[in-house]
């Protein structure tokens, strides 16, 4: 007889930005119970979850091109408001559901489910996570996504501290669990390509002046006029307009538009990992770029000539041995990474990254075959804990104190109608028109 078909287990992913749904996406494929993606693969198997995307509406939600450059298939997406997400999360049955959100939204989400399931028997495993590498508001964020029933953290480095801040306030830190970053992958880097790239992986936010962006951009673009052989690439997360995880006020695509540079240096989109494929030298401020590259041995660069800052995010990278600035680039400079730090960061370069999210899978298992089913959520922060700060925490996403809908609070049962599409894209259009022109005025202005 057929070997029978296993089940699919049914993941819902939540995520506000191009960022978050990538990483959320491809985090849920990587812990779903049974075997490992890689495994999948190498042995034929069709199996996978049954992916349900949700897209918080917000100033940073994706665009369909931004979702296209993600390339992460699901089987279900659509765009919620964080009221009409509860009401799906309360008719409908899950194995595993995906918080990829910033803090204050999984703290809120937390509480809502909590409130919503409160009747139910049984309820989803809840996963949280970072995105990328974890510089700043360390207390803050974790503190923020503490209840769910796994806190996923890319390194060792990461659980040491996550576990640290949680037991330094009496928390519950047995969720904390150990993974790597779900998109690092692809072939290792073989040697020089033809023609030679560079390339300088952009923020949005980092750095955040015009003066510093400025700074930058010339010096990528004086390296191609020394390096006429090379191509320099400048990679952008998105084009003006659009939104990602951060802000950008001052978008690269504007800046340069001030410059004359010459033909071997070019704008790029699309997929980091196709990029890196052709990439000789990555050269970033701190973008977790930087640990994709890593991952494949491709010489990286972590910039400090705008200085060593926590500002700036670079500090995480002491003692990675990629810290370099642009002067020593040009003479022709190539960093050795530190190969205990690298081993520490969750980069897995030395082949075990297939493994990387075994213990994920094995503990979803386990809470799923769990008698009686999983106990409530019981987050960090409560009207106890926290009576001054989760209360406004809750209120941007509409929910009164105990979790529940605040009176009025926006849901959508239907696709809106031709005009109120129309005045949503008005509204966002005006929000970033404020972000990116008329916000960096009024600082100017106020500078004088």
């Not at 973008?287 to 910039?303: G, I």
Request: net charge neutral; charged share 25%.
């Amino acid at each position: 007889m057929p070997a029978s078909t296993p089940k699919r287990p049914r993941i819902a992913v939540l995520a506000d930005s191009d960022t978050r749904w990538k990483w959320g996406a491809l985090t849920a494929h990587r812990i779903a119970p049974g075997p490992s993606m890689e495994t999948a693969a190498r042995e034929g198997a069709q199996v996978g979850p049954v992916l349900d995307g949700f897209l918080l509406r917000g100033r940073a939600t994706p665009t369909p091109r931004q979702l296209q450059e993600v390339g992460v298939r699901a089987d279900s997406l659509r765009e919620v408001t964080a009221v009409e997400f509860l009401r799906v999360m309360a008719e409908e049955s899950y194995d595993v559901l995906v918080l990829s959100l910033v803090g204050g939204g999984v703290q809120a989400m937390l509480h809502g489910l909590k409130r919503v399931w409160e009747d139910r028997t049984s309820r989803p495993v809840v996963v949280t996570g970072y995105v990328g590498v974890v510089y700043e508001k360390l207390a803050d964020g974790l503190l923020l996504r503490h209840g769910a029933d796994l806190v996923l953290a890319n390194s060792r480095q990461d659980a040491d501290r996550f576990r640290a801040v949680y037991e330094g306030v009496g928390a519950d830190a047995s969720a904390v669990t150990e993974v790597a970053l779900p998109f690092l992958g692809g072939a290792p880097y073989e040697g020089e390509n033809t023609p030679y790239t560079v390339v300088f992986a952009a923020q949005p936010s980092v750095p955040e002046s015009r003066k510093d962006r400025t700074y930058l951009l010339n010096r990528l673009v004086e390296h191609a006029r020394k390096h006429p052989e090379r191509e320099v690439l400048l990679k952008l997360r998105s084009k003006p307009g659009e939104h990602t995880t951060h802000i950008e006020e001052l978008p690269y695509q504007k800046l340069v538009q001030c410059l004359d540079p010459p033909a071997n240096f070019r704008l790029v989109y699309g997929n980091m990992g196709e990029v890196l494929d052709r990439t000789d030298l990555l050269v970033t401020v701190s973008s977790t770029a930087a640990l994709e590259s890593l991952h494949r041995r491709v010489p990286t660069v972590v910039l400090t000539d705008l200085g060593i800052r926590e500002s700036l995010g670079n500090h995480h990278f002491i003692g990675s041995g990629c810290l370099a600035s642009w002067d020593q680039l040009d003479a022709g400079h190539r960093p050795v990474p530190d190969e205990e730090w690298v081993a520490r960061q969750g980069v897995a370069a030395d082949g075990s990254y297939e493994s990387a999210f075994d213990a994920a899978r094995e503990r979803i298992a386990k809470l799923l075959d769990r008698p009686g089913g999983l106990p409530p959520l019981t987050p960090y922060y409560t009207p106890v804990t926290a009576p001054g700060y989760l209360p406004g925490i809750l209120a941007r996403h509409h929910l009164g104190p105990d979790g529940t809908p605040l009176p009025g609070a926006p849901a959508a049962d239907k696709e809106p109608g031709p005009v109120r599409q129309i005045v949503r894209r008005a509204a966002r259009g005006a929000y970033r028109h404020g972000v990116q022109r008329v916000a960096p005025v009024i600082r100017r202005m106020g500078e004088l």
